[in-house]
């Protein structure tokens, strides 16, 4: 899931001023589960827009629509017809959707009114943890589950490094767990210890590029 949290109010408010109508548009994906994109925080924003542009005598009272996802174009037929009404938008979404609003409505500017965090799990109510950072280069299988990548400092693929404690915490803290000890311990658990041994080679910077991916099923329907 990706998880994501507010701007700042005042961040939100320099963005939109000098509009007279502005829709603020939340999604019912991933940032609604984390609390900061659906309609619920669609209607809390956009009160808390009125009155601090109250404040300063702007006229301006965003209102709100929210569709089921922000990053999938069969969820917006009915958003296509509302958005014409407006001179801007904001996006409740992660990036990703931010950036599919805005090129569904290349005319009007979009603005996100959410900074995209991280891809993690819930823990419990309103408490999200990173796991993953879309690396592109997954070596789960290799390090028993545990990403180093999201969990080592350093984010090595071969570790540990010397500033791992004889207890396993890493010497950014004595509270943070050392990602390789953690990997040392369960691959040892699972009879898989020579895992360790094998070296990785230097990652390839390919994260510089722009992505896309075609699920192998629909390959054939893509292909040009």
């Given at each position: 899931?990706?998880v994501?949290?507010k701007?700042?109010?005042?961040?939100?408010?320099e963005?939109?001023k000098?509009y007279?109508?502005?829709?603020?548009v939340g999604?019912?994906?991933?940032?609604?589960?984390c609390?900061?994109g659906?309609?619920?925080?669609?209607n809390?924003l956009?009160?808390?827009?009125?009155?601090?542009?109250?404040?300063?005598?702007?006229?301006?009272r965003?209102?709100?629509?929210?569709?089921?996802?922000?990053?999938?174009?069969?969820?917006?037929?009915?958003l296509?017809e509302?958005?014409?009404?407006?001179?801007a938008?904001?996006?409740m979404?992660c990036?990703?959707?931010a950036?599919?609003?805005?090129d569904?409505?290349?005319?009007?500017?979009?603005?996100?009114a959410?900074?995209?965090?991280?891809v993690g799990?819930?823990r419990?109510?309103?408490?999200?943890?990173?796991?993953?950072?879309?690396?592109r280069?997954?070596?789960l299988?290799?390090?028993?589950?545990i990403?180093?990548i999201?969990?080592?400092?350093?984010?090595l693929?071969?570790?540990p490094?010397g500033?791992?404690?004889?207890e396993?915490?890493?010497e950014?803290s004595?509270?943070?767990?050392?990602?390789?000890?953690?990997?040392?311990?369960?691959?040892?658990?699972?009879?898989?210890?020579e895992?360790?041994?094998k070296?990785k080679p230097a990652?390839?910077?390919?994260?510089?590029?722009?992505g896309?991916m075609?699920?192998?099923d629909?390959q054939?329907?893509?292909?040009r």
């Open positions: 899931m990706i994501a949290e701007k700042p109010l005042e961040e939100i408010k963005m939109i000098g007279k109508k502005v829709l603020n999604c019912g994906g991933c940032t609604s589960i609390f900061t659906g309609q619920k925080e669609v809390q956009n009160e808390d827009l009125a009155n601090v542009l109250q404040q300063e005598s702007i006229a301006l965003p209102e709100g629509f929210t569709i089921e996802r922000q990053c999938n174009g069969d969820f917006y037929p009915e296509d509302i958005a014409k009404n407006y001179d938008i904001l996006s979404a990036g990703a959707g950036q599919f609003l805005a569904r409505y290349p005319a009007k500017p979009v603005f996100p959410l900074n995209t965090v991280f799990v819930d419990d109510l309103g408490w999200f943890e990173e796991n993953c950072r879309t690396c280069e997954c070596v299988g290799e390090t028993a589950g990403c180093p999201t969990r080592c400092a350093k984010t693929f071969n570790g490094c500033g791992t404690s004889r396993g915490k890493c950014v004595k509270d943070t767990p050392c990602a390789w000890y953690e990997i040392f311990k369960r691959l040892k658990d699972q009879n898989r210890l895992n360790i041994l070296v990652r390839e910077w390919k994260n510089q590029t722009r896309t075609v699920h192998e629909y054939k329907r893509y292909a």
